[in-house]
Each structure stands twice: as C-alpha cells, then as structure tokens.
C-alpha cells in the first residue's frame, strides 16, 4: 500500500481540475487524473509527470456505471486506498436555459452528471476511503447554487444568469453534500462543498474573472483539513457561502 496520499479528482484534463490536480501533487501526492477523454487525460498525465507530480490516468465517465466501477478498481490496485476524493466534472447543458425556454432533456442532462455523477464516484470509492486515516471528499459546486443568493434583491449578490438546469443542480448537490454528512455522522470522513469562484473556463466560454489556479485553491484547502477540521459546510475563499 502506497505510503503517498492518494487523491482521485474528476474531470482533471483541464481548468480548474487540473489545478487542483496539479496543486495537489505538488504537495507531494500521487493524484489520479479522472477524465473521460483518452486523449486529454493522457496528455494532460504527462503535463503533471513534467512538472513532478505522481500523477496516473483514470478513464472516468461519470455517467457511466461500470466505467467507475472500473476506475475504482484501478485505484484499489494501485493504492489500496484513497485518502482525497475530489469531485470536480461538471457540465452547464448551454444555454439559454429560462425556464420558459429550456428543453428539459437538458436538466437531465446536466442533473445525470453534476448530481447523480456525483452520487455514483462517491458511492464506488467510499470503501476505499474508509480504509484511509484522514478522509476527504471535496464536491465542487457554486455560489449560483445558493438559495440565498438566488433569492437576494438584484445587485445586492451577483449569482449569474437564470439558468434552470445549471444552478438548481449546484442547489441539488449542495442538499446530497448534506444528506452524506447525515449518513456518515460519527465516521472520520470530512465532506464539504466548494465554490470556486467566476473562473475563466471553456465552461463558461473563457468569461471568468478568475484563474484555474484560484479556483483550485479552495478545493485544496478543503482537501487538507485537520482531523478537527468542519464537515457539512459550503466555502468559497473568502469563507463560508449561504445554502
């Protein structure tokens, strides 16, 4: 069993993924590269390998059933173990998406990876995150996914535009953080939820205000918690987001 901590990040081809995959490394951890594109997950594996992180390839479709019942068995032969579990793949579904206007083929979309792709990666690697001394699981979600702040008087909090199959399933996967808080009180395992930020991603067309590299740093403050760290929270940098 590797003495390294292991981490697995979803969708760490590129932006935000690949920084926390990167900065993660950095501290020395053997990092797990989750993607499904054979092509970017490879490259990008080399990329961290350049740099000096102990990196390695996990093809990972998050909506696919046995593909991550494959990538969990990839890390048990590998690890053993995981220590980090960070989920991170996510898709918008385009836009427009007012309500009005929307194709609901697209919430089911974007709801089958944010939230139930969540779901099922957590689900696959939970045994082996029981077998680590320090457990973290980091869902990165969004400010847009605050009720509060969709709720709040216009300009009082920017939360973006009205996008009914993007925002409610950050609002989705804030309430499953919750409900495995719930289920795995009195464990040692630490989940929290993470907004990064307005990053400039392909996910938003490159719009962001801020870097991949600054939108990685909460997930990795989330992924290096104290034994007596919070459990059950929603950050961003500058602290705590409203649910």
Known sequence: MSERTIALVTGANKGIGYEIAASLGALGW???????????????????????VDAF???????DDA?????????????????VLVNNAAITGGMPQEPTRVDPAIIRTV????????????????PLLRRSASPR????????GSLTRQSATVGEQS?????????????FLNAV???????????????NAACPGYVATD??????????????????????LPDDGPTGRFFEDAGPVPW
Do not use: C, H, W
Not at 72 to 80: K, M, N, P, V
């Open 30 to 52: 053997s990092v797990g590269v989750g993607a499904r594109d054979d092509q970017r997950r490879r490259a990008a594996v080399e990329k961290l390998r350049a740099a000096g």
């Open 57 to 63: 390839g996990v093809p990972l479709d998050v909506t």
């Open 67 to 83: 593909g991550v019942t494959a990538a969990a068995q990839l890390i048990e032969d590998r690890a053993g173990r995981l220590d």
């Open 111 to 126: 709801v089958e990876t944010n939230v139930i792709g969540v779901i099922r990666v957590t689900n696959a690697m939970l």
């Open 137 to 144: 699981i980091v869902n990165m979600s969004s400010s847009v």
């Open 159 to 171: 939360i973006g535009p009205v996008a009914v199959a993007y925002a409610p399933s950050k609002t």
């Open 177 to 191: 953080t919750l409900q495995y808080v719930r289920e795995l009180s009195g464990t040692n395992i630490l989940i």
């Open 203 to 224: 996910l938003n067309g490159f719009r962001g205000v801020r870097t991949p590299e600054q939108g990685a740093a909460i997930a990795v403050k989330l992924a290096t």
